[in-house]
């Protein structure tokens, strides 16, 4: 049985049917197998073995990759990081585990490369003199029917218009070969050579091989006795492989590679390996478009570059066109050749072909001239229906590359997204492709080391990849999909309102398959039955099927197939329909192959509703959908009843038959067909029926009494919703009798609606009553009273209908009265206190109203006096307080201020006065009142007089307001006792004139308060004063000075432009009135300076002596304590000895100051710049005079 297994994701347009590629099959896989091909290196020229068959092994991910040779011990494994590439890997080429392929027939050493995550693998041949690679293509890629796809081996250009060649161009041994390898056990094989083979097959002669897994047969073309070119090794091109039923009775996939051990293309070409593996037919296009390899060194796009094209047909009768012009001149039944135009050609076919591209070395065999790099390549192109959007792939430095191209044909609107290594290719190497308007040719050379590359776009591409070397080359397809071309596969969403084409379908949306053949089919079979989520899911064969039309896709027809019936799936996900299809065309075991239908599951618009609840009989049922849409936009709704109704809006409303339950279908529908669905049941729930009783008529005082007497056919009432048409309502949880008072009169309408425990209500019971009105009581009061007197009443009660019959009086005071008239009467009170006086009415009709009452007050006659507080001062606040204080009976407080103006409070005994003048004999009266009728007797209080307030006054009298200065302090004010000072810096009592100074600089801001005898207080009134601060002048230092001498005072002060100087005595000054004036006294004098600030007109004053020196004096001590008076040890008289020197010493003997210059730096008590302690230190002064006198003593340094 033929195990065949093709991914198809179903894809259709609702109008008609487009081509579309719904496999995943590319280059990209978990598992490969290739062959060590013969290489005319191995045996045939010294050094012979020296090539090296190196893998490529390409991730993206993290991958786990071990590389064995069957039927030997030998096995490597690496792991590869994601995005990198590993070029580790050097397939054993002697001894036990040698993988090479010498001969013809059937060798052990497959060579099988296993990944735990799918990955790209090159396989690259190569030493000092030979280079060939290919592109592997994954175990879930092979096929059961190949040709195998060489080159001629006795040529040098292989076809016109080359010239004739008298040379040989290949030499021996160089064999044309291919090779099949098995991936499976009990693989059987049918093998029909082209030509005759090295041992003795037959062309057109079918050969059976048996292979096992990791097995290959060789085939390699027979050479001929001489090294000429006639002799050559035979073309292999043309072989047929096919796979046929085994020990098992299947057929088995395999793998198929083709290649040379040794060509030239071209006259004077080094001569080169070829390898590749070798697409399976299934796998063939019917569109191809090409360009010719660069073979420079400046990336010249346009550089006149010819390769050779072979174009095979599995059917002679294949139309092909090359750029719309009908191909003749088919060579041996299998292939066209030919030189390209050295732009691109566009190759068409009404029926699969395999095309492959020969670059020449770079002598490009029709010039005279040689290029030294580049040579012979080989490699298979990808149809543009095989054509992938992402690619990973290899550039290699083996083999001496000096130079790697990247040649990409991609479609105008891919174009501006294409990228290599997230690069834009130089739009100086993009050309439009010359016999494909729709299409562009993008060449990248591609520098740095060997490394991994990849090329995007957002359409796909075709691609190849190939180096140039000194004499050497290399090249292969970058990245291909290897889908079986034999069929496709589509859907269309039976809802599809659109004329788009459905890439999938959705849960529980109806979705019809339909298949592509590219032949007719005898017999069909779904099987349905092992998709379980699919309904409906019987397994169908069709024999004979009619196709519902035919498709022309890439020049190819396809018959159309289908299924005339809905399906539908219940959850998401991705399904495989088995399918099989049997036709006389097929080429297998059993004229079938087999697919899985991909049918992609997304998860649709999301269908739900809600529904008004509870759901009654009586009422219609409100559903409301809630479909949330994703990334569909909806265009249709279906409710469906168990009715058999329907409805066709967004929301609706049902009113339901009988009660039960009911089942809702609600379906939303998208454009593109896809269906949201959900089904809820709903319970429809019988009413109850609302009824009760009711006493009837009543007053308005009074309540009406009810009873209910609802009744429901299943289940209970939960609550009874009471409405009595006053504005009262009420839920009660039971049905038990009940009271319910009315406040007004009047016809009322009661109403019940009861609901059942299901939420249904019933309708409402209505039932009306008459409230009589109630008559109201009420009537007034002359007043309050002290005791023995007595209280008028007058009845004000009123009755809206009918008529007051009966006054019932209630006087507190143990006294009743029942009056069958309202007129006006008085109740005497012989006690005291608070007493409620009560009355009800009764009108003709019975009714009753409700009890009015009022309190009134029977006191004892009060008594009341007064005290006062305050002084007796204008303005100032007099309090005064009644004697009598509240008691039980509210009392009204009255005063009379005796200045025109009065007060009454009903809530305090105490009152507050002020008078604004100056009165006499002022009179208050004061009376308490109770209410009428009973007011105390008035109460009086006198003041003789109310005192005016004296005026506060003062001024400041200040010659120079200065710190320390005298500041004198007057006043005006009269029939004052008491003076209130604050003088900014303190307070006092002082009585005017008086003198105070200030001992700091400020503004001072000063007030006063004074009071007369009365006590009474004047207004404070304020002024203020500015006092300045003193200047500080410093007369500098002593001088000492020989008589006739003269010196400079050094007085100092700062911003001395701002004073006055007067120097005294002025005799003997060269000025009186300048800071330094210049001093010459023949005798020791005092001088003093005086500093007067020119503003404000402060002082200050300082001393210094001029000291006439008469005779050396050496003073006993100074104190250098830095306050810039005696801070040095002055010596006068020394100046008169010049040669003098002067040491001191300390305590321990140790020469604390010396020196010859005292006089311009005599000691400032420091040694080495440290302060000396206070104590004594001793002397020696050498004058150095004719008498070399010397004095010895003591100093003291005091600080």
């Known amino acids: 049985m033929m195990r065949l297994r093709v991914s198809i994701l179903l894809v259709v347009s609702l109008l008609s049917f487009v081509f579309s590629f719904s496999q995943d099959k590319s280059n990209k896989g978990k598992e490969f197998w290739l062959g060590y091909g013969y290489c005319w290196v191995f045996d045939m020229e010294a050094p012979t073995n020296t090539q090296e068959l190196v893998l490529y092994l390409s991730a993206e991910q993290p991958a786990t990759v071990t590389v064995s040779v069957n039927s030997t011990g030998w096995s490597q494994t690496v792991n590869i990081p994601a995005n990198t590439v590993n070029a580790t890997i050097r397939v054993p080429k002697s001894g036990v585990d040698d993988a090479r392929i010498f001969n013809e027939g059937l060798f052990n050493r497959g060579v099988h490369i296993v990944s735990d995550t799918p990955i790209v693998v090159y396989a690259h041949a190569y030493n000092n003199m030979v280079s060939g690679a290919t592109m ?38 160089w064999y044309s070969w291919f090779y099949v390898i098995a991936s499976e056990d009990n693989t059987k ?48 091109s043309g072989s047929k492989v096919l796979s046929v039923p085994g020990a098992d009775g299947n057929c088995h996939p395999v793998a198929v590679f083709s290649g040379s051990g040794g060509i030239r293309l071209c006259k004077n070409d080094g001569g080169e390996y070829m390898q590749q593996q070798v697409f399976p037919t299934q796998a063939w296009g019917t569109r191809y478009l090409t360009y010719h390899t660069l073979n420079n060194t400046t990336t010249d796009i346009n550089d006149q570059f010819k390769n050779f094209y072979r174009i095979a047909v599995s059917d002679p009768t294949t139309v092909v066109k090359r750029n719309g012009v009908v191909m003749t001149g088919l060579i041996n039944n299998f292939y066209y050749e030919y030189l390209d135009s050295l732009g691109g050609d566009y190759i068409e076919a009404d029926k699969p072909v395999l095309m492959g591209q020969y670059t020449p070395g770079g002598n490009r065999c029709y010039l005279a001239s040689q290029f030294a790099y580049g040579d012979p390549e080989m490699f298979y192109l990808s149809p543009v229906e095989q054509g992938r959007s992402d690619v990973l792939f290899y550039a290699t430095r083996n083999a001496n590359i000096d130079f790697n191209y990247l040649n990409v044909i991609v479609s105008n609107a891919g174009l501006a997204s294409l990228r290599l290594d997230g690069a834009a290719f130089n739009p100086a190497n993009i050309r439009p492709h010359p016999n494909h ?57 039976t809802f599809n309102t659109t004329t788009n084409i459905d890439s999938f379908t959705c849960p529980k949306s109806p979705v019809r398959l339909f298949v592509k053949l590219g032949y007719q089919a005898t017999s069909i079979h779904w099987k349905l039955s092992q998709v379980a989520t699919m309904t409906p899911n019987a397994d169908s064969i069709i024999n004979n099927p009619v196709p519902v039309t035919t498709e022309l896709i890439n020049g190819r027809t396809y018959y159309i197939y289908t299924l005339q019936q809905d399906f539908s799936f219940a959850t998401t996900g991705t399904y495989f329909i088995p399918v099989s299809f049997t036709a006389t065309v097929i080429e297998n075991c059993s004229q079938t192959e087999y697919a899985q239908v991909k049918v992609v599951v997304k998860p649709g618009p999301v269908s739900n509703f809600n529904f008004s609840s509870p759901a009654c009989l009586k009422d219609s049922v409100y559903l409301t959908g809630t479909a949330v849409p994703g990334i569909f936009t909806l265009n249709n709704y279906i409710w469906t009843f168990d009715d058999a109704t329907t409805q066709t809006t967004v929301n609706a409303v049902k009113k339901f038959a009988t009660a039960g339950n009911h089942d809702v279908r609600y ?164 006690t005291t206190g608070n007493f409620v006086v009560s009355l009800v009415v009764f009108s003709n009709n019975g009714c009753k109203s409700d009890t009015f009452r009022r309190t009134v007050s029977v006191n004892n006659r009060p008594s009341a ?109 009269t029939g004052v006792t008491v003076w209130n000072w604050n003088f900014g810096n303190g307070t006092g009592t002082n009585a005017p004139p008086f003198i105070r100074t200030y001992s700091s600089a400020n503004t001072y801001n000063i ?36 008589t006739g001498g003269s010196t400079t005072l050094d007085a100092t002060i700062a911003n001395p ?93 140790e020469i604390v100051y010396q020196t010859k210059d005292y006089n311009s730096r005599p000691w400032d008590g420091k040694y080495k710049g440290t302060d000396q302690p206070n104590g004594v230190f001793v002397y020696i002064i050498q004058l150095n005079d004719a008498e070399k006198r010397m004095l010895k003593g003591y100093v003291t340094i005091i600080r």
Not at 214 to 228: A, C, D, F, R, T
Not at 697 to 708: A, E, K, R
Request: proline share 6%.
């Open 865 to 973: 006096t007064m005290t006062n507080t305050g002084l007796p001062c204008i303005d100032s606040l007099q309090r005064f307080v009644s004697s009598y204080t509240a008691g039980a009976s509210p009392a009204t407080w009255w005063w009379d201020f005796g200045d025109g103006q009065n007060f009454s409070s009903t809530t305090s005994n105490t009152a507050s006065h002020s008078y604004s003048t100056g009165l006499t004999n002022i009179t208050i009266r004061h009376v308490v009142n109770l209410g009428a009728g009973c007011v105390s007797d008035t109460a009086t209080f006198s003041i003789p007089l109310i005192n005016p307030n004296p005026v506060a006054s003062f001024t400041v009298i200040a010659d120079t307001a200065c710190v320390n200065k005298p500041v004198q302090f007057n006043s005006s004010s």
């Open 437 to 493: 308007p729709g299409y562009s040719v993008a060449v990248a050379r591609i520098l740095g080391a060997a490394a991994q590359h990849r090329l995007v776009s957002d359409s796909n591409f075709t691609a190849t990849m190939y180096g140039l070397g000194f004499f050497e080359s290399y090249g292969y397809n970058v990245g291909t999909n290897i889908n079986n071309l034999n069929h496709y596969s589509t859907i269309k969403n």
């Open 1007 to 1042: 007030s006063l308060i004074v009071a007369n005898a009365a006590g009474c207080r004047s207004l404070p009134v304020t002024n203020s004063i500015t006092i300045n601060p003193n200047p500080s002048i410093n007369a500098g230092p002593d001088k000492f000075l020989n």
């Open 667 to 830: 379906r939303v529908i998208a454009t593109n067909g896809c269906v949201g669905d959900t089904t809820k049941t709903i319970n429809v729930f019988d009413s109850p029926v609302a009824n009760f009783g009711v006493t009837n008529p009543i007053c308005q005082t009074d309540s009406v009494f009810l009873t209910d007497s609802t009744l429901i056919s299943s289940g209970t009432i939960a609550s009874w919703q009471w409405n009595f048409g006053d504005g009262n309502t009420i839920t009660r949880t039971n049905n038990s009798p009940f009271y319910h008072h009315y406040t007004a009169p009047g016809p009322y309408t009661i109403s019940l609606v009861v609901n059942s425990n299901n939420g249904c209500k019933s309708d409402t019971m209505r039932r009306s009553i008459n409230v009589f009105i109630s008559p109201i009581a009420k009537f007034g009061y002359s007043g309050n009273i002290c005791v023995t007197d007595s209280i008028r009443f007058t009845d004000t009660s009123s009755v809206a209908v009918g008529t007051i019959t009966s006054w019932q009086w209630n006087f507190g005071d143990g006294n009743t009265l029942i009056r069958n008239n309202n007129s006006a009467f008085w109740h005497p009170y012989t």
């Open 136 to 173: 592997l293509m994954p175990v879930e890629t092979y096929g059961y029917k190949y040709y195998s796809l060489n080159y001629s081996q006795s040529t040098s250009g292989s076809s016109p218009p080359n010239p004739p060649i008298t040379t040989t161009q290949n030499g021996p041994a």
């Open 189 to 236: 094989l049918e093998i029909t050579p082209s030509d005759t083979t090295r041992n003795g097959w037959l062309p057109g002669q079918t050969y059976t091989v048996n292979l096992n897994k990791g097995q290959l047969y060789n085939v390699m073309g027979k050479l001929g006795p001489s090294n000429k070119i006639v002799d050559a090794s035979k073309d292999m």
């Open 1057 to 1149: 432009s701002s004073y006055n100087f007067t120097w005294t005595p002025s005799t003997f000054l060269s000025a009186s009135n300048i800071l330094n004036p210049t001093a010459t006294p023949d005798i020791t004098t005092d001088y003093s300076i005086l500093a007067v600030d020119k503003i404000t007109n402060c002082t200050d004053i300082d001393n210094v002596t001029v000291n006439i020196i008469t005779g050396l004096y050496v003073p006993s001590g100074f104190t250098p304590n830095r306050d810039g008076k005696n801070d040095v040890w002055q010596i006068p008289g020394l100046a008169l000895y010049p040669d003098a020197l002067v040491q001191v010493f300390n305590r321990y003997g």
